[in-house]
Every structure is written in structure tokens, then in C-alpha cells.
């Protein structure tokens, strides 16, 4: 999907791309208070409701690929998966499907969903009426957007892990 157009300077699109990074540092700002805030509530750490998220958006999974997807080291993930059992969370089952019958999955419990919804009430009550603002190939465009930035960031994350610099080539 393409938008693009020959409008206005390139002194001027420079100045509006970084206002848009601009943005999106102040967004990232604002969410990891908000997530801080609602971790505290919950009486969980950063890290624990960080692996939440990802459990709760992509399990059942392997504790490797939560710790890959969470960029967290395996070794501080369980402690993190101990903290989220105890607290009725999640629970972690045996893998029927895996060769190694010690090999678990992760999957979270919905009970306590209830109690997240509550806490992020507010912010996705303000979002609906941000986003009714806005028509629908708009939100098409931002949505895209979005999804676009959140791949580029896993790229950099990932070559930053893998020690590259921005100036190598992949």
C-alpha cells in the first residue's frame, strides 16, 4: 500500500518524518507508564506483564520462543513464568507433540483477564474516540503503518542483538 506523493519540499517532509519519530518516542513514553502503572496494580513486574502480552498474543508457546519474542534471556524467564503461575496467570502443560516429554507450553489463564480489561479501560475507551475521528482508509493507512514501524523495530532489535551496527548490511 502506497500513499505517496510529490507534495510540498523535502525540507518540509524531513521536518514531518521527524515529527513522526518525534511521536512515536512520546507514544512509547506514554504506554510504558501506562503498562508500568497497570503492572503495579496487578502486582506484577515489567518483565512479567512484557511476557504476558506476548503469551496472551501469541501462546500456547515454548518458553524459548517466549523468550525470544519477549527478548528476554532464558535463564530470567523463569523466574518471570514462576512469578505469572503463582499469580494464576498462566499455566505452563506439558507438550504432547514434542519428541522431549519434559518439553512444556506456556498458555495463558483467562480468569483474571477481567482485571487487565479494567485497568487499560480508560485508555482504550480514549482510543475508540481517537479513532472515530478518523475514516476508514485513515485507519487502513495508520494501521499499516504501524504494523510497518513494528517490523522495522523487530529488525533493529534483532540486529542489535545479533551485534550488527545500522551500517552493515544484513
Known amino acids: 500500500m502506497s500513499f505517496k ?12 518524518v521527524t515529527e513522526v519519530k518525534a511521536a512515536l518516542r512520546g507514544l512509547n513514553g506514554q504506554l510504558t507508564q ?16 512484557d511476557c504476558l ?5 501469541h501462546g500456547p508457546l515454548g518458553p524459548s520462543t517466549l523468550a525470544r519474542l519477549a527478548g528476554v534471556h532464558p535463564a530470567t524467564l523463569t523466574g518471570v513464568l514462576d512469578r505469572l503461575q503463582r499469580a494464576r496467570w498462566i499455566t505452563r502443560d506439558r507438550d ?21 480489561f479494567r485497568l487499560y479501560a480508560g ?9 472515530a475521528a ?5 485507519l ?6 504501524l ?3 513494528a517490523e522495522v523495530g523487530r529488525t533493529a532489535t534483532h540486529d542489535l542483538s545479533a551485534h550488527k551496527t545500522p551500517a552493515q548490511d544484513p
Do not use: W
Open 53 to 57: 502480552d506476548v503469551i496472551q498474543r
Open 147 to 149: 504494523r510497518r514501524t
Open 34 to 49: 501506562l503498562n508500568h502503572r497497570v503492572g503495579t496494580r496487578l502486582g506484577l513486574k515489567d518483565a512479567d506483564l
Open 134 to 138: 478518523y475514516t476508514e482508509a485513515e
Open 123 to 131: 485508555m482504550n475507551h480514549a482510543m475508540d474516540g481517537v479513532c
Open 140 to 145: 487502513t493507512l495508520l494501521a499499516d503503518f
Open 5 to 16: 506523493s510529490n507534495e510540498g519540499s523535502p525540507r518540509q517532509r524531513r521536518r514531518l
Open 96 to 116: 504432547p507433540e514434542a519428541a522431549d516429554r519434559r518439553a512444556v507450553t506456556v498458555r495463558a489463564l483467562p480468569a483474571r483477564n477481567p482485571e487487565m
